[in-house]
């Protein structure tokens, strides 16, 4: 009865299949050398023999005998009376080991060494999941949900790890009840005091890329490479893929005979739409590719010495007027993502821009450059193409007042009454 609840503490960490017998051992050890120390001064004169399969420990303290009245140091030496209490035969300068029963630590000094104890058990698990989730980053993941936030989801994997789903990381159609399971990929792991802090992402490219990697057997066995991913989450995605063999169509294996091999992935997705194109070293075909389904009359390449906002350069592309609307997107979605997988700042130009029409960008210093992109954004680049929509139309497809548009107008117009 020395102290039950610190060697039932033992048997309860030798069941922790996280930690190894040696592991135990040593951090038995380094908890009770610090109380020896601060309850002696010094811990360097004592043994310690730990059984952490049953659950025993012995402490032993060494000292040397010395005359009666001579000891300078309790905790190293012992005088030769309180030595032969012990055995009768010592003599002095012999070396005498006296075992120290845990209730001669004290009530409080075994409370605090069992807490110790349980705290370095736990940092050490903390650890050793930091080090596995770190290098799982990027990595495909599946857990169960166990509660919902208003925030966040949070979810637990087969080990009981908690990981986190935050709404940021949602795809805006996804929807969860407890019990149901997750996949995304590992995005970040951070050690938060003690605790690693482990977020999952269904909105990262890297999660579409992976995707591709786990439902598609060419991109899995390398055949088929993955060299670009761009998505507005949940809404639209253009992936560019290559092949190092010519045999293989990259875009048709990808897509499968009527959709069938991308259609999990889109259903995955929260049917997102999923534009796969033909990646290609050359700059204007890549571009032009990006921009589909739109067709490309020409381009002109404006590179940049030192990349601008990530971007390599700005392209100005030509169009035929019916084509704009189709490179643009709705609500810009598909310039955006060309612009995002080829690394250009992207110029849509109409084709055939009659002599008396003028670009919407000449009109920089009148009109804010926030107001020209939301008409950019539903094709209209140009002041007559802004002046034959009515006004009830632009109010409808843009974000802008009507207030604001009906100011743009007024100015359009003064310029071809000039």
Request: hydrophobic letters at 40%; aromatic letters at 6%; one cysteine or more.
């Amino acid at each position: 009865m020395e102290n039950i609840a610190l060697i039932d503490s033992f048997s309860e960490f030798k069941d922790n299949k996280s930690i190894d017998r040696v592991t135990l051992m040593s951090i038995l050890e380094e908890v009770f050398r610090a109380t020896l120390k601060r309850k002696f001064g010094s811990d360097d004169n004592f043994d310690i023999i730990i059984n952490p399969d049953k659950g025993d420990l012995e402490i032993w303290r060494n000292r040397v005998v010395v005359a009666d009245g001579f000891s300078e140091d309790d905790n190293e030496e012992i005088e030769l009376a309180e030595a032969r209490l012990i055995e009768p035969d010592f003599e002095i300068g012999e070396d005498v080991s006296e075992e120290v029963k845990l209730i001669d630590l004290g009530r409080r000094a075994i409370l605090a060494l069992r807490q110790n104890l349980i705290s370095k058990i736990y940092e050490h698990d903390s650890t050793n999941i930091f080090k596995h989730f770190k290098d799982l980053e990027g990595e495909l993941y599946t857990a169960e949900v166990h509660h919902i936030r208003h925030n966040a989801i949070i979810l637990l994997d087969d080990d009981g790890n908690e990981i986190v789903l935050p709404k940021s990381e949602q795809i805006r159609s996804d929807f969860f009840r407890k019990g149901d399971s997750v996949r995304g990929v590992i995005k970040t792991v951070e050690l938060r005091g003690n605790k690693p802090a482990i977020i999952l992402s269904r909105t990262a490219p890297s999660f579409l890329n992976k995707l591709f990697e786990q439902e598609i057997p060419e991109v899995f066995d390398g055949l088929i490479t993955v060299e670009g991913v761009a998505r507005i989450p949940g809404e639209k995605a253009k992936v560019a893929v290559d092949s190092y063999d010519d045999r293989i169509d990259p875009v048709g294996a990808c897509v499968g005979v009527k959709g069938s091999r991308i259609h999990g992935i889109v259903r995955e997705l929260g049917n997102e739409n999923i534009d796969v194109i033909n990646y290609t070293k050359n700059e204007q075909l890549f571009i032009a590719r990006a921009l589909s389904p739109a067709k490309v009359t020409s381009m002109e390449i404006t590179m940049y010495d030192e990349e601008k906002n990530g971007k390599k350069g700005r392209v100005s592309v030509l169009l035929k007027p019916e084509e704009v609307s189709k490179a643009i997107g709705r609500g810009g979605v598909n310039i955006r993502l060309a612009s995002e997988l080829t690394g250009y700042e992207i110029d849509v130009q109409r084709e055939g821009l009659e002599e008396e029409d003028v670009e919407l960008t000449e009109f920089g210093d009148e009109i804010e450059d926030w107001v020209i992109v939301e008409f950019k954004k539903i094709g209209l680049d140009t002041a007559r193409s802004v002046l034959e929509t009515s006004v009830a139309e632009l109010v409808k497809r843009t974000d802008l007042e009507e207030e604001t548009i009906v100011d743009v107008q007024r100015i359009l117009k003064e310029e071809f009454e000039e």
